[in-house]
């Protein structure tokens, strides 16, 4: 379940928000999913976590940790 989808213009951003120090693949499922759904207006999705480093964990989404907001 996506917890933000952003409207940037003709842009929709996914974002998921995770309480997890660890970033996992599977934590995109549901940005992976809306891609299917949106393919033209999605271009990038991201998952927001409590690590500490910027990861990318499927093609076209990338963990960011919080700090980073």
């Known amino acids: 379940e996506i917890d933000l989808l952003v409207d940037v213009g003709n842009q929709l951003?996914?974002?998921?928000?995770?309480?997890s120090a660890t970033a996992r693949p599977a934590m995109a499922s549901s940005i992976k999913t809306i891609f299917n759904d949106f393919p033209d207006r999605i271009k990038q999705g991201y998952v927001v976590y409590t690590g500490d480093a910027r990861l990318p964990l499927i093609p076209?989404?990338?963990?960011?940790?919080f700090s980073d907001l």
């Open 13 to 19: 951003i996914p974002i998921e928000i995770k309480h």
């Open 60 to 65: 076209k989404v990338t963990a960011i940790p």
